[in-house]
């Protein structure tokens, strides 16, 4: 059955820290919404109304230009294994780039990851759980490696000009202003 909660509790925090993956849910004012599956020990739960997660280079930058035109995230876990659940983390989100201020302190708190761009910090509004019993069960092997093992490749100045050539806009045009100094 589901339950609706203001902040996160000790349960809901294990089974967070449980899951391999989890997705990602932005809107800007107009255009397409995107949903991003997440995962590489990427995900922090500061308290149990916060919590942060360290996005790395790919070729899309949507939930950046969402977020700096509408705050709105949602976070979803769902049980792959074990008992099911579903949780979706609803909330107001802050995106720090590596120029902003509050980059080095809080990226403190993560495994280093190559090609590490934004760090979304998630102040908790809402919590929700459902069933997740239509949920299939998956098998975890292991993570990917492809995705750090290309920025390593590529070292810090190429991911920089790759961010200019490719991570600038979101696909309906609106800026990410990854490459300017935010304070």
Known sequence: MGMRYEALNNKLIEF???????????????GRVNVSPKGMDSLRV????????????????????????????TLMFCAL????????????????????AKWEKLFALFTPLPGARQIFDLSIEMIQTSCGMGVPYYDYSSD??????????????????YWLEKNQLSIDEIPTNI???NT
């Open 144 to 161: 990917r490696e492809l995705l750090n093992d290309w920025a390593q490749k590529r070292g810090d100045e190429a991911i920089k000009q």
């Open 16 to 30: 967070i820290r449980a899951q391999k993956m989890f997705f990602v849910g932005t809107a800007a004012e107009t």
């Open 81 to 100: 294994e074990g008992s099911p659940l579903i949780l979706r983390i609803y909330g107001s989100a802050k995106v720090i780039h590596k120029n902003d």
């Open 179 to 181: 490459a300017i100094k």
């Open 46 to 73: 500061v308290d149990n109304k916060q919590v942060l997660w360290l996005n790395v280079t790919g070729r899309g930058n949507e939930t950046s230009a969402h977020i700096q035109q509408n705050s709105r995230m």
